[in-house]
């Protein structure tokens, strides 16, 4: 292991001039960068350089070139972003370094999905070099995470514009001749498509600011196809405005409201659509000098059977000769906007450019950007139907009488209407409650020893504030000020939706405390500030999901409020138990939340998990204190209210020292250097796929993986008291031990969900999973320090490894690490940076802290740990060879008094989709009869059986599924209605077109943008220990 590395840091080193001149030559030639954006950009390189040839074999494929290729355009990117905000002379510094983040992956002949992909270990190697550079807060400044989401955004909203507009304008058989005859050129159809598009950027660029959330967004494209049914000529409509299923919405004349049928049609806001209308109009009149006129004085064939009243008319605007002249300025326009930012080129998505947007095979076994479309579309929600993941997503070849598909269709399900579904849901249930306490939550603050309604509703304001700050900004620019404005007026609706549901979820709670406690009085909770603001959190957290913000992204409300991963994890389960009608998708989200808290956030540095487990388990006190993991003291109230200038007094401080320390944690400044309240987490040295962190569209088990329901359910109250206090449930023990109790159970039933997809996948045994997790249990319970700093599926593969080879299986590290990229839980950071820490001893002739792959950390730190505990799991299960594995070292925690017993392994929901059968690719799915009709037409519905429904009359299921296969092998029976079958199926015709089970496991999983399959980079070879 040790002699590849080395050779491969030697093989590099020789050719590090030829690789520096490489990079020069890119640019000098490739970017055409001036000799002092060369030489900075030289700088940087030459202090990444050494990271590049000792992490070859983990980037990409694993090729040298390619490796080369990534770390150019990640050294590129870096200081681009970091460049262009330090100092005084910004805009000098932009305009030296001018090229944008697709010039850069069009020169190193890569796409976005590969280049975000990899991103993430980049700057695990380099964050060290980048800090030293750049300042503490460069992570911030880099905006990486932030420009991910846009791109996973913007490609959500141009394949719903996209079909939007195919269905809408795009030729049907029945309008081809009309359109061939037409006057107008043949590629006018798309110029009107890329009209739409730049015209919606400018809406983006002018108007939505840096808050570009999906559900504003979504109005924006929704407003732009209501201009463009308003000026496309008639003869390119796909539809009959008077004879159309989905116009059904009447004004007063008795002719259709465009407007409430488009919301009706995308679960739109009509006051938010007419407000986006109304600008969207007014950059017509600045930016392409269009005159409006009243809709109403108009007489023209594309307003006619529609309401006029309010609607906005520009004559000529979508003439040929004046559509050419509009895209050059919007063209311009948009290049002046993000000229020097180095951020995406949204254009991108209307060029159809392939190469860039990573349609193609994507290297590493990613799904290429149209997969994660149509996985995403084919999420259930309660109110959508279901597409197949195969169908190719464009409207039919012909619509009858020239109406948009049948009159009682249901349209496709897609991220972005599952959105504004999800934020009807917002508008129509949480926005009409009154934005105080009811009378009912006033009684329970009341009740309290003191009463504290008013403590409750100063916090609120406080804590909301900071979550959602308000832009203080000066412009000079009349642009910059309406944006401002917009800012503002955002943050101002969601404090209010936040504000609200936290009242709402309050009051539900405080009714079953009480309930429990048997008395009204809730002094310890209701006075717990930790409590409220992680209640705060939630309800804020559930706001910024529900609109799909691509800038406040997970954990930034765990940042502004004060608290910790660990505090938000104690009443995520509550908030879903206490919020009935709560959507499925926000469940979702907040599920796939706690899974994410309990796999690493938790077990980070400065989590308050730390200062219960201390307590819990003094035994590990030592080690908690010499890795300084304690979390620091949650931030007063008073120092954020101070900083957010919440009474309006003198302008904010730029900094404020922290007010008190922990004993044995460095501690950091409660405010970064961008101005936002710090929470006492560690600092976040990883780059969270975005496609599971925002959008939570995720393996339909999300909703039950973390159904705890099987917990003891303890007063909520005593999850946030002192952990030194006594438990008020009784039984001797303390809050911490209680809590760290119910933690430790959380993290054992996610582990044996994990456990069993690999089991399931690599097909080993059901001893072989016991023995896996019993090794979990032992290791989490006895060498509880195995867990700090790192991610439980680290230690999960480590545990399958040493019992594959304490049961003498044919099973290498790298099966388990390629059948691993398979989960969708996936992250190649994983196995890829491990945290290991060798300053307590010398090994290797290493000392310090660093990130190593799962091999170094397997062989070094996790064997010799728990060799101790492998004897009791060697004899209890087959015979062994403890000699395979590596040489123990007595470095251990030892076992902690009243540790829970090793449990067997627990009974798990039944996973849906559930592959059935090993050896054949054969999945079952339970299907709701909500979605049976929309999913199986008339005349293939003899083909399924459904549990429940007889394929005729009272017969019984054996007879329906035997009646199925003899149809499906061609017996000459017919099936109902006198229709024979045209033929048997082959099964044995590898061309027949049956699905894969690759292709099946893509589209039951959104893997996130950073797993890979085990076609993709090759691991190091190894045998640890053999």
């Known amino acids: 292991m040790e002699d590849m590395k080395s050779s491969v840091t030697t093989s590099g080193g020789t050719d590090g001039d030829a690789v520096e001149a490489r990079f020069n030559a890119l640019c000098k030639n490739g970017l055409s960068m001036d000799e002092k954006a060369c030489s900075n950009a030289t700088k940087l390189f030459k202090e990444t350089k050494h990271l590049l040839t000792s992490n070859v074999s983990a980037i990409g494929s694993g090729t040298l070139e390619e490796a080369e290729r990534f770390w150019f355009s990640f050294v590129l990117y870096s200081l681009k972003r970091l460049s262009e905000k330090v100092g005084e002379n910004t805009q000098h510094e932009s305009d030296e370094s001018g090229f944008s983040l697709c010039q850069i992956l069009r020169a190193t002949k890569l796409n976005i999905v590969d280049f975000f992909k990899e991103l993430p270990q980049f700057l695990v190697k380099a964050g060290p070099v980048l800090r030293n550079m750049y300042g503490e807060e460069w992570k911030t400044r880099l905006e990486a995470t932030e420009m991910q989401a846009n791109f996973v955004l913007l490609s959500l909203l141009s394949k719903s514009y996209k079909r939007a507009f195919w269905e809408l304008f795009l030729t049907s058989d029945a309008n081809i001749e009309k359109q061939q005859n037409a006057t107008s050129s043949p ?311 936040a ?17 429990i406690l048997h008395a009204p009085n809730l002094t310890s909770l209701l006075t717990n500030e930790r409590f409220h603001r992680c209640m705060l959190a939630c309800s804020a957290e559930l706001v910024l999901a529900t609109h799909k913000t691509a800038t406040m992204l997970f954990p930034t409300v765990l940042d502004r409020t004060g608290i910790t991963a660990f505090d938000l994890s104690k009443v995520i389960e509550s908030f879903i138990r206490h919020e009935e009608s709560l959507p499925r998708e926000l469940r979702r989200h907040l599920n796939s939340l706690e899974e994410r808290l309990l796999e690493s956030m938790v077990w980070d540095k400065g989590s308050s998990m730390y200062n219960s487990l201390i307590v819990a388990k003094p035994a590990l006190s030592a080690e908690i204190n010499r890795l300084g993991l304690l979390a620091e003291p949650m931030p007063p109230l008073d120092a954020i209210a101070t900083h957010i200038n919440f009474s309006g007094g003198t302008p904010p401080v730029p900094s404020l020292q922290k007010h008190e320390t922990s004993t044995g944690n460095a501690g950091s400044s409660i405010l970064g250097q961008n101005g936002d309240v710090r929470s006492p987490m560690r600092p976040c040295t990883e780059l969270r796929s975005v496609l599971v962190e925002r959008n939570a569209f995720t393996s339909p088990v999300k909703d039950r993986l973390l159904a705890l329901s099987n917990l003891k359910k303890a007063p909520l109250q005593s999850a946030f008291a002192s952990p030194t206090r006594p438990n008020p449930g009784g039984g001797g023990e303390t809050c911490a031990e209680t809590g760290i109790n119910i933690f430790f159970s959380k993290i054992n039933k996610l582990a044996a969900v994990r456990i069993n997809g690999m089991v399931e996948r690599l097909q080993l045994s059901q001893q072989i999973r016991e023995s896996v997790y019993s090794l979990f249990q032992k290791i989490l319970n006895q060498r509880t320090s195995l867990f700090f700093n790192r991610h439980i599926d680290q230690i999960i593969l480590c545990c399958f490894y040493v019992v594959a080879k304490i049961s003498q299986l044919r099973l290498t590290f790298k099966e388990i690490i390629c059948n691993y990229r398979k989960q969708p839980q996936c992250k190649p950071q994983v196995f890829q940076s491990v945290f290991v820490d060798r300053s307590s001893a010398r090994r290797y002739g290493r000392t310090g802290q660093d990130n190593v792959d799962i091999i170094v950390f397997y062989n070094e730190i996790f064997v010799p740990s728990i060799k101790p505990l492998l004897g009791e799991l060697a004899s209890a299960g087959t015979t062994t060879r403890t000699s395979r594995v590596a040489e123990a070292n007595n470095s251990n925690d030892g076992t902690c008094p009243g540790s829970p017993r090793v449990s067997p392994f627990p009974s798990l929901p039944d996973m849906s989709p559930k592959k059935v059968s090993a050896t054949h690719n054969v999945y079952v799915s339970p299907l709701r009869t909500s979605k049976m009709d929309a999913l199986i037409s008339h005349s293939s519905r003899s083909y399924y059986a459904c549990v429940g429904e007889s394929t005729r009359a009272y017969q019984s299921p054996s007879k329906d599924l035997t009646a199925i296969n003899n149809h499906l092998n061609g017996y000459s029976s017919p099936l109902p209605g006198g229709r024979k079958v045209r033929g048997a199926l082959n099964f044995d015709d590898v061309d027949v077109g049956l699905v894969s089970d690759s292709m099946v496991a893509n589209s039951l999983y959104l893997q996130n943008g950073s797993c890979a399959s085990s076609s993709g980079a090759p691991l190091k070879s190894e045998q640890p220990e053999s």
């Not at 009154?434 to 939550?441: Q, R, T």
């Not at 504000?499 to 309930?515: D, G, P």
Request: glycine residues 4%.
């Open 499 to 515: 504000l609200k549901l936290y009242y709402r979820v309050l009051e539900a709670m405080c009714t079953a405390e009480a309930q």
């Open 187 to 497: 590629d006018y159809v798309s110029e009107c498509h890329r009209f739409g598009w730049l015209l919606f950027l400018a809406l983006r660029v002018h108007a939505f600011s840096r808050f570009k959330d999906l559900v504003t967004c979504a109005n924006g494209f929704v407003s732009i196809l209501a201009i463009l049914i308003m000026h496309v000529p008639v003869s390119f409509r796909n539809f009959k405005i008077n004879d159309s299923p989905h116009f059904v919405k009447k004004g007063d004349k008795g002719v259709v409201d465009l407007l409430a049928s488009l919301c009706n049609m995308y679960d739109a806001s009509e006051d938010d659509l007419r407000k986006t209308m109304e600008m969207a109009n007014k950059l017509i009149e600045d930016i392409l000098k269009k005159k409006p006129c009243p809709a109403a004085k108009c007489k023209t064939e594309t307003l006619e059977n529609i309401d006029t009243d309010s609607l906005i008319y520009f004559e000529g605007l979508m003439e040929e000769q004046s559509l050419s002249s509009s895209l050059k300025i919007l063209e311009k326009d948009y290049d002046d906007a993000i000229c020097n930012k180095g951020d995406l080129d949204e254009r991108v998505f209307v060029n159809d450019e392939d190469s860039l947007l990573g349609l193609g095979s994507l290297s590493g076994g990613a799904m290429n950007v149209t997969g994660i479309k149509r996985k995403l579309d084919s999420v259930a929600s309660p109110s959508k139907s279901i597409s197949s993941p195969l169908s190719p997503q464009r409207p039919s070849a012909s619509h009858a009488n020239g109406v948009l598909g049948p009159p009682n269709a249901k349209m496709a399900a897609t991220p972005v209407s599952t959105a504004m579904t999800t934020a009807k849901w917002l508008r129509s249930v949480i926005c009409p409650l009154p934005s105080k306490p009811s009378a009912e939550l006033q009684r329970f603050l009341s009740s309290c020893d003191k009463d504290v309604t008013n403590d409750v509703i100063y916090r609120v304001h406080i804590i909301l504030e900071a979550i959602f700050p308000r832009n203080q900004e000066c412009s000079v620019t009349g642009s910059l000020q309406s944006v401002n404005l917009m800012d503002n007026i955002w943050m101002e609706q969601r404090r209010l939706e």
